[in-house]
T-cell receptor, first 113, second 111 residues
Framework: KAGVTQTPRYLIKTRGQQVTLSCSPISGHRSVSWYQQTPGQGLQFLFE???????NKGNFPGRFSGRQFSNSRSEMNVSTLELGDSALYLCASRPGTGGETQYFGPGTRLLVL | GESVGLHLPTLSVQEGDNSIINCAYSNSASDYFIWYKQESGKGPQFIID?????DKRQGQRVTVLLNKTVKHLSLQIAATQPGDSAVYFC??????????FGKGTTLSVSS
């Protein structure tokens, strides 16, 4: 089975721009979670989607948003980028929401200049 | 908020030694714990998990121990190899909610 895939792998943006990242979960997985990883804050939960509905949300400003499509693929969007948004954005999938193992993709490295 | 932490940011071992990576958690209601390995430039890779109704679980060369009395989690790696060099994260969750990660321990294996 193919793993979690994320596109693009690398992005360079400037302050004020917006960005959309994409995640394709493992086949059959219906839950997709997004995490931000930075050297200072570590891995922090952004949000989780299941069956096209946001199930949980972390403590991030409203500039961070996401959605999930009927095929379980998910996108996250960051508007009005700030320098502090530079990070590795990780997507993880699992079959449902019952505490199963989450499997991570390789991440999208975002650099905001 | 509550978070999971690791005792040591770095651990250096010799090839063939056994490694023990420790983690303390603070949410006594957490019912699921997991260890990930992250190599440079890659996403976290699942190693092993354990539920709160267990105190030990073994995998291939790895063992996870859970001590709910002192809220402590550990990962033991037997016969550590250079390929085990990576950053190791523990994480917890409660009732299937989001994973809360610790800061990570960098394991360096020298041959």
């Amino acid at each position: 089975k193919a793993g979690v895939t994320q596109t693009p792998r690398y992005l360079i943006k400037t302050r004020g721009q917006q960005v959309t990242l994409s995640c394709s979960p493992i086949s059959g997985h219906r839950s997709v979670s997004w995490y931000q990883q930075t050297p200072g804050q570590g891995l922090q939960f952004l949000f989780e989607y299941f069956s096209e509905t946001q199930r949980n949300k972390g403590n991030f400003p409203g500039r961070f948003s996401g959605r999930q499509f009927s095929n379980s693929r998910s996108e996250m969007n960051v508007s009005t980028l700030e320098l502090g948004d530079s990070a590795l954005y990780l997507c993880a999938s699992r079959p449902g929401t019952g505490g199963e193992t989450q499997y991570f993709g390789p991440g999208t490295r975002l650099l905001v200049l | 908020g509550e978070s999971v932490g690791l005792h040591l940011p770095t651990l250096s071992v010799q090839e063939g030694d056994n490694s023990i990576i420790n983690c303390a958690y603070s949410n006594s209601a957490s019912d699921y714990f997991i260890w990930y390995k992250q190599e440079s430039g890659k996403g976290p890779q699942f190693i092993i998990d354990i539920r709160s109704n267990m105190d030990k679980r073994q995998g291939q060369r790895v063992t996870v121990l859970l001590n709910k009395t002192v809220k402590h989690l550990s990962l033991q790696i037997a016969a550590t190899q250079p390929g085990d060099s990576a950053v190791y994260f523990c994480a917890e969750s409660q009732a299937g909610t989001a994973l809360i990660f610790g800061k990570g321990t960098t394991l360096s294996v020298s041959s």
